[in-house]
């Protein structure tokens, strides 16, 4: 399970479409755009994966998606999640709704090695190639 952030778009387009100039005056004016969290998360042994956006990165955010998650496997033919594997951000690590989230399931919450993002790397991976279901 991993997140990554999406950095919005404005309406009209971006500077891509209009050159950065055109982008310059309307900063001043504008509010920033910001970003929003694609929370993922892929089965390891059938690659079945899910994704949601979502506006952010927090445990009880993280927690009900999860609960989404496992139900959208569910439906597919995964009725038993054994492992949960995250990295170490503090979503995961420090909330008690994330950790209620995965005992409910009935798995155990494994964490990746700190500094060393390739260990939970598939999720990206896989999904790069993948729609996002918005909700």
Known sequence: ???KKIGRIPDGD???AHGRAATRAAKAKSAKMGCDDRHSLVDDH???AYSEVLPDEKGTTC???LTRAAGYFAAHGINTIERVMTDNAFAYRQSNAVKAAVAALGAR???IKP???WQN???CEDLAR???VSV
Do not use: T, Y
């Open 1 to 3: 399970m991993d997140v």
């Open 14 to 16: 971006g500077w891509k």
């Open 46 to 48: 059938s690659r079945l």
């Open 63 to 65: 927690a009900a998606f």
């Open 109 to 111: 919450h494994i964490f």
């Open 115 to 117: 500094h060393c993002p």
């Open 121 to 123: 790397g598939k999720v």
């Open 130 to 132: 993948r729609c996002i």
